[in-house]
């Protein structure tokens, strides 16, 4: 199965800031329609899991343009710029480029 | 607009079986892949199952640790998906999501539901 690792456990930023997470494959995600089946997700508490960006940059429908997906290959990122206060939450990437789906371990934003 | 939700969780024994719900509401059921989700406390998010429309003929992918004990199936007629869970383990221990996957545009989970709590325990 397909692997995703996201290194950082938890980020400590301050509101206004740019950050990045990264997550890693252990295979490629582009497939041969030349996209990268790699997506990501917000988790706030009391709220429902929310997507993010799907095909590593593709922003979903009412998501702020201060979220940023991005890479290719192996190696992807979302960035978010001016982080707002509401941004402060869990990250998680997936790849559905092959069964079984896997998602990476979770990245959290934390206030410094 | 789009509503999931989860039901049938609760307090389990191990060795026992559970059988979770996902009613939906809001977009036209049959013809959309569904899917379950898990999250053990405090841990990260573990996919278990898919099921696909009709046009791919309801075919049906599981997680690799849970396949032989779990069972998605659905009825379009009450636009609802079920997970059957067998010989529950104290590891099964989870909040378990529904989410629909997009009819176009990718291949990615794009609404959640709450979930619903899954305890394995004696």
């Known amino acids: 199965q397909i692997t995703l690792t996201q290194q950082a456990e938890s980020l400590w930023i301050s509101p206004g800031e740019r950050v990045s997470i990264t997550c890693r494959a252990s295979?490629?995600?582009?497939?041969?329609?030349?996209?990268?089946?790699l997506s990501w997700y917000q988790q706030r508490p009391g709220q429902t899991t929310k997507a993010l960006i799907y095909?590593?940059?593709v922003r979903t429908d009412g998501v702020p343009t201060r979220f940023i997906g991005s890479g290719s290959g192996t190696e992807f990122t979302l960035s978010i710029e001016h982080v707002q206060p509401e941004d402060f939450a869990i990250y998680y990437c997936?790849?559905?480029?092959?069964?079984?789906?896997?998602f990476g371990s979770g990245t959290k934003l934390e206030i410094k | 607009e789009v509503q999931i939700l989860e039901t049938g969780g609760g307090l389990v024994k191990p060795g026992g079986s559970l059988r979770l719900s996902c009613a939906t509401s809001?977009?036209?059921?049959?013809?959309?892949?569904m899917n379950w989700v898990r999250q053990a406390p405090g841990k990260g998010l573990e996919w278990v199952a898919q099921i696909r429309n009709k046009n791919y003929n309801y075919a049906t992918y599981y997680a690799e640790s849970l396949e032989g004990r779990v069972t998605i199936s659905r009825d379009d007629s009450k636009s609802s998906v079920y997970l059957q869970v067998s010989s529950l383990r104290a590891e099964d221990t989870a909040i378990y999501y529904c989410?629909?996957?997009?009819?176009?545009?990718?291949?990615?989970?794009?609404?959640w539901g709450q979930g619903v709590m899954v305890t394995v325990s004696s």
């Open positions: 989410t629909r996957w997009p009819l176009f545009g990718g291949d990615y989970f794009d609404y």
């Open positions: 809001g977009f036209n059921f049959n013809d959309y892949f």
């Open positions: 295979q490629s995600l582009l497939y041969t329609d030349g996209k990268h089946y």
């Open positions: 997936l790849q559905t480029l092959k069964s079984p789906l896997t």
């Open positions: 095909h590593a940059s």
